[in-house]
């Protein structure tokens, strides 16, 4: 089930992480290092294919009102998306460098989709926010970019998610 089916949960915004495609991680070690980072992350629907690598898992984080659906993208469309993505991040004048070089990234055929979610106290109408603390997908971003060799960018505001 995807967060977007559970009414208590609100999509905010999608990362994504770019990599190369033959980087993509087993569902075990993605779990591993996930469960690693918060012992009170939940991961639910695990999902991978005939060889292990990551399909899809949500991942919940009751203690900052957030959570995440984290999934696979085809590998056909991620390089048109990503030489247009290098197109708009340059075009943004991001005022960090990149992690990587920018023909690095124009080679990367691999995407991981982030969807971050905020969980809305009952009480809340359409307009009013939570109490969403972005720190889960913030290290969920770099556990991720980590684990694949990618890096994480964040297309809306056009910047390169870091840990620092």
């Not at 991942?59 to 993505?85: G, R």
């Not at 075009?91 to 070089?101: C, F, Q, R």
């Not at 297309?155 to 390169?160: I, K, L, N, R, S």
Request: proline share 5%; with cysteine; charged share 30%.
């Amino acid at each position: 089930m995807s967060m977007f089916e559970d009414s208590r949960y609100r999509w905010r915004e999608t990362y994504f992480v770019l990599y190369d495609a033959h980087k993509r991680p087993k569902l075990d070690d993605v779990v591993r290092t996930l469960s690693s980072l918060n012992k009170r992350f939940q991961l639910t629907n695990q999902s991978a294919d005939e060889q292990g690598r990551l399909d899809s898992l949500t991942l919940l984080s009751p203690d900052d009102y957030a959570a995440m659906d984290i999934c696979c993208a085809d590998e056909d469309e991620v390089q048109d998306q990503a030489d247009a993505l290098v197109a708009d991040l340059k075009k943004a004048g991001a005022d960090v460098a990149p992690p990587v070089p920018w023909e690095q990234i124009k080679k990367y055929d691999g995407r991981l989709d982030v969807l971050h979610f905020e969980q809305m106290p009952e009480d809340a109408d359409d307009e009013e926010g939570g109490m969403l603390d972005p720190s889960a997908l913030l290290m969920v971003l770099g556990a991720l970019a980590q684990l694949t060799g990618g890096v994480a960018v964040d297309p809306q505001a056009g910047t390169f998610v870091t840990e620092d």
